[in-house]
């Protein structure tokens, strides 16, 4: 340091200090703008970023870097409020690589200012410092662990929650016929499977079985209840349940549906046999005997359909034959439909009924008058079975129904069987038309003649002209057949053949007396709505 004074009293000081001049000054260095830092520490730097990978910023706390320390926490705050409750998807990625990152930046951050030690930081041996950083490593360690437990019970609340709606469903379905619930029984089983395939090791997986022996219950009801036919669509749906849910979960339930399923198809189709139209298979019986051909029930198809034939048959003399024609109609469609082991012979003794029934039902429907429907049921019958020996029967029955069809006198009783003996007369019939005409009687005896076209004949043009001039033109040779028959009641009917087949036919009778002999004459009147015979 530099001093300069004032005049000395012996004038010795001018000489030294150079004589009076200005005021002496002193230099005063800056003040540091932060503490010294000690000297470097590694032990320290590795214990501050240890601490800081705790989440709770004790690196910074450390180092006495509060308001660090504290973003530290709000940080791992944050994250604790977005994780908690647990969740079964988990923390959002976004936010565990986010924190994972602010983590890793605190660590690096606390160990570069935790390398030079400042004055002010918190003295602890660096030994302390590292012990005490890997220790509190097991803190978002063990978070991690206890998170993912908190996780898994998530997870395993909503797979439970998932097999309970799916349980719910079931019973909703169960109050719906099974065609109407079958959307929301799928829907179920689509969720178990999920439950057994995607989460087999879950509490919710283990107590599927449980749910589907429940399930099984619920479906098979209708069986339970005794309703056959009705059980039949949920058995076989059960039946399907293996190609979802795998044998290995369902267990014996794989299998039950057989049995109840078989049993139902036999009862079933034994209850609907002649009382609905087959459907082209043999109905329920069809599908047993192709579905379960070595069961018991399908040894029971045959003495079925037997005890069938025969109920009906024994009602074929009894006040409806041909409902029961019908009926064994349809028993017979439905058993030349059934696969082996039903024998041939079966559909052999359903025919003879059939045969048997529609002869029934032919005279039944003339003598209830329905003599429309008696001709085309008895002339079907003369057709179908030409070596009957009830065919000529028939076919006598179904002239006289014809021709009470316009005359209906001719149906009050059924024709004779026999021929009655005696004289017999003569009746005369010619043909004054263009056409032939057809000539069916029923009296004593039944049957139809022919009178061939009268090829010089036409048609009159109105009754009145026919009456005054038919079959009596002179030199005209009109066509004649002649019938023999014993005197009686007969009924007569003209139906016109080839142009005239559209006219009208005619139907009269009369009584023919032994001693006589009785000429007819045919012809066709012309009208503005056609011809008339």
Not at 112 to 119: F, M, Q
Not at 159 to 168: K, N, S, T
Not at 258 to 285: H, M, N, Q, V
Request: proline letters at 8%; glycine letters at 10%.
């Amino acid at each position: 340091m530099r001093w300069q004074g004032g005049a000395s009293s012996d004038g010795a000081g001018d000489q030294e200090s150079g004589g009076f001049g200005p005021p002496p000054s002193m230099y005063v260095p800056p003040m540091p703008t932060r503490p010294p830092a000690g000297p470097a520490d590694p032990a320290r730097a590795l214990a501050a970023g240890l601490l800081n990978l705790s989440g709770l910023g004790l690196g910074y706390v450390l180092l006495r870097r509060r308001l660090l320390a504290l973003l530290c926490v709000l940080a791992t705050a944050a994250l604790l409020t977005l994780a908690l409750p647990a969740d079964p998807d988990g923390v959002p990625a976004w936010a565990l690589i986010g924190y994972a990152a602010l983590l890793l930046a605190a660590a690096v951050d606390g160990a570069r200012r935790g390398l030079r030690t400042p004055p002010a930081a918190v003295q602890v041996r660096p030994v302390v410092a590292l012990v005490l950083g890997i220790a509190l490593l097991a803190v978002p360690a063990g978070g991690a662990v206890a998170y993912g437990g908190l996780r898994d019970d998530a997870v395993e609340d909503m797979l439970l929650d998932r097999l309970d709606r799916a349980d719910a469903l079931v019973r909703k379905a169960s109050a719906h016929d099974f065609p109407e619930a079958r959307a929301d029984y799928r829907a179920a089983l689509d969720r178990y499977r999920d439950l057994t395939e995607h989460h087999p090791d879950s509490r919710a997986a283990h107590r599927v079985h449980d749910s589907l022996a429940a399930y099984y219950k619920v479906v098979s009801a209708p069986y339970a209840d005794g309703e056959h036919c009705a059980a039949v669509a949920p058995l076989e749906h059960l039946r399907e349940v293996p190609h979802t849910i795998d044998r290995s979960v369902l267990g014996s339930l794989a299998a039950w549906p057989d049995e109840p399923l078989a049993r139902s198809l036999l009862t079933c189709g034994t209850e609907k046999l002649g009382s609905s139209e087959s459907d082209g298979r043999g109905g329920e019986l069809g599908r047993l005997l192709r579905t379960f051909p070595k069961s018991a029930q399908a040894g029971e198809v045959e003495p079925a359909v037997r005890a069938a034939v025969a109920r009906r048959a024994g009602r074929l003399k009894g006040g409806d034959p041909c409902a029961a024609t019908r009926a064994l109609r349809r028993i017979g469609d439905t058993a030349k439909q059934l696969p082996a082991p039903a024998p041939a012979h079966l559909r052999g003794k359903v025919a003879a009924a059939v045969r048997d029934g529609a002869y029934a039902c032919g005279l039944d429907q003339f003598e209830d008058g329905r003599f429309a429907a008696a001709r085309t049921s008895l002339t079907s019958f003369a057709s179908t079975y030409k070596d009957d020996d009830r065919r000529e029967r028939a076919r006598q029955v179904a002239i006289a129904a014809e021709i009470a069809e316009l005359r209906p006198a001719a149906g009050h009783r059924l024709p004779p069987k026999g021929t009655p003996g005696g004289p017999r007369m003569e009746m005369v019939i010619s043909n004054d038309g263009p056409d032939p005409v057809e000539i069916l009687y029923t009296g004593p005896v039944t049957g139809r003649i022919t009178v061939p076209a009268c090829g010089s004949c036409d048609t009159y043009p109105s009754e009145s002209a026919g009456r005054a001039k038919a079959c009596k033109a002179s030199g005209t040779a009109y066509p004649k057949r002649t019938l023999r028959l014993p005197s009686g009641t007969y009924h007569f009917l003209h139906k016109p053949g080839g142009r005239s087949a559209t006219a009208s036919g005619r139907a009269a009778g009369g009584r023919i007396q032994a001693g006589y002999s009785y000429t007819q004459c045919s012809y066709v009147v012309r009208s503005d709505l056609g011809t008339d015979l």
